[in-house]
Nanobody, 120 residues
Framework: VQLQASGGGTVQAGGSLRLSCSAS??????VGWFRQAPGRECQFVAA????????RDVDSVKGRFTLSRDNFKNTVYLQMNNLKPEDTAVYYC????????????????WGQGTQVTVSS
């Protein structure tokens, strides 16, 4: 599966962005978002199960980032609100085939990144 991430950009602190991850047949995959800031390791951000009924995310984004998906459009969305400068990173979406109840912890397929820059 070829993943296409989009929606990155530059915003001021407190602003919002919505990232999208699209691929053919993505409805059969769980999807995760990761980010990597300069000089830092890649960090898990959030994941959503294939049917959208189960999600998980890291504490640093709880209450600010929301995952959703539209399986008719084969697209997963990461709505990011109240962005902070520490959210600045390249964001990657990843996918794992399967219809397990909960999102997996590892992902096989990765897309290219989209840059998110939050200015203070």
């Amino acid at each position: 599966v070829q993943l296409q991430a989009s929606g990155g950009g530059t915003v001021q602190a407190g602003g919002s962005l919505r990232l999208s991850c699209s691929a053919s047949a993505l409805s059969a995959y769980a999807v995760g978002w990761f980010r990597q800031a300069p000089g830092r390791e890649c960090q898990f951000v959030a994941a959503i199960g294939w049917n959208g009924q189960s999600t998980r995310d890291v504490d640093s984004v709880k209450g600010r980032f929301t995952l959703s998906r539209d399986n008719f459009k084969n697209t997963v969305y990461l709505q990011m609100n109240n962005l902070k400068p520490e959210d600045t990173a390249v964001y990657y979406c990843a996918a794992e085939y399967g219809r397990s109840l909960y999102p997996p912890t590892s992902f096989t397929y990765w897309g290219q990144g989209t840059q998110v820059t939050v200015s203070s």
